[in-house]
Structure formats: C-alpha cells, structure tokens
C-alpha cells in the first residue's frame, strides 16, 4: 500500500512570495490533515477534510493560508504572502475515516521564507 | 496554552536497558492517547496508543501506561534498541466527530549500543 505522498520535499523562498504544497493520500482514506511543524514543536494541526468539506480550520492563519481539496481525494495549501515565521515543516497526514482510525503522515514539505 | 507537554528534550540509554517516555497533559476531555515515532527526514509513524478508559497497552516491546489522576502517561521500550533512536511524540485526542490530535513538543531518544 502506497503511503501519502508529498511535494515538493523542500522549499526555499523570500517573504512576501507565495508558496504551494502539494498532498496526495493513502487510497481510499476520506480525511486529510495539514499539520504545521515549526522547530522544537510538535504538530499543529491547520486544517481537516472530511471527502472535500472541511471539518476543522480553527487554526488556519485564513489571511495567508488556503487549502482545497478538490475531488475529495489531492489536497494543496498554499501560503500567500509567505512571512519569517511561516519557516517549518508542513505535513500532510491521512486515515480512512474520522473517529477512531489512525493518521498516518506523509515525509513533509521544509519550507524555509528567508 | 500547551495542554500536551513532554518535559524532557531528550533521552540517552543503553542497548538492552528500558527507556521511559513521559508525557503529562492538563484536558480532562481527551479520550485517546498515542505516541508517535519519528525519524529525520520522515513524517511520524503510529507505534502505540491508549483508550482514557484503559491503564496500560502492550505491544511487543512497547508498553504505554496512562495514570488519569495524575493525567500523566509513559511510554516504556524494553529492551531499548539502536533503532528506537528517533524522536517520540506523544499525542492526545479530542473526543468527538474530529479526530483532532494535540501533540507534545517531542523527546529525542538516543540509544547507545
């Protein structure tokens, strides 16, 4: 079974440009996550898909950020304009459902915004 | 507000010795535990996990203990191996329709051999 997939692996970029990150998830998994990871943190997650809707964006910065998910199946987020802060690793996860099932992570994009 | 902490950065053990994880957590609320492991250039792989209604899991060499009055849980590896050096997080659950997870900041494990 094919894990989640990500791209691109790492990403170098000025502040103020704008930044795409592309997630492909375990076959036949209906929910997808994008956490964000920033050095010496755990994972925090941004945002959730259930198929194509979204279940939980509470922690999305939504001024900068977006994310889709189109067809219920690839996902992008995408930073616009990207800031210092917004240097971390951006991992996507997946699971079959919601409730009880376990997320499973792809590699990660490193985004660095000089 | 870090509701999930593990306050030791890191860990070094030897070959054949148990390596004990801490986590404590301050939410009364979550109704899973898990730890995650993680290997650099990797994203986190699901190794164990704990029910709030459960004290103690056992897989292998992986035992996770959960003590709710003291909303504390361990992760204990025994005997410790060379390739359990990674870095382990401990998450928790919210209940509810999500399965939102708070992860801890993360302990790095170094086994010596």
């Known amino acids: 079974e094919a894990g989640v997939a990500q791209s691109p692996r790492y990403k170098i970029i000025e502040k103020r440009q704008s930044v795409a990150f592309w997630c492909n998830p375990i076959?036949?998994?209906?929910?997808l996550y994008w956490y964000q990871q920033i050095l010496g943190q755990g994972p925090k997650l941004l945002i959730q898909?259930?198929?194509?809707?979204?279940?939980?964006d509470s922690q999305l910065p939504k001024d900068r950020f977006s994310a889709e998910r189109l067809k219920g199946v690839d996902s992008t987020l995408k930073i616009q304009p990207a800031k210092l802060e917004d240097s971390a690793v951006y991992l996507c996860?997946?699971?079959?459902?919601?409730?009880?099932?376990?997320?499973?992570f792809g590699p990660g994009t490193r985004l660095t915004v000089l | 507000d870090q509701q999930v902490k593990q306050n030791s950065p890191s860990l070094s053990v030897q070959e054949g010795r148990i390596s004990i994880l801490n986590c404590d957590y301050t939410?009364?609320?979550?109704?899973?535990f898990l730890w995650y492991k993680k290997y650099p250039a990797e994203g986190p792989t699901f190794l164990i996990s704990?029910?709030?209604?459960?004290d103690k899991n056992e897989d292998g060499r992986f035992t996770v203990f959960l003590n709710k009055s003291a909303k504390h849980l361990s992760l204990h590896i025994v005997p410790s191996q060379p390739g359990d050096s990674a870095v382990y997080f401990c998450?928790?659950?919210?209940?509810?329709?999500?399965?939102?997870?708070?992860f801890g900041t993360g302990t790095l494990l170094a086994v010596q051999p």
């Open positions: 704990i029910s709030s209604i459960k």
């Open positions: 939410n009364s609320m979550f109704d899973y």
């Open positions: 898909f259930q198929n194509n809707g979204v279940v939980d």
């Open positions: 076959s036949g998994h209906a929910t």
């Open positions: 998450a928790a659950r919210l209940g509810g329709a999500t399965n939102k997870l708070i």
């Open positions: 996860a997946s699971s079959f459902f919601t409730t009880t099932d376990t997320q499973y």
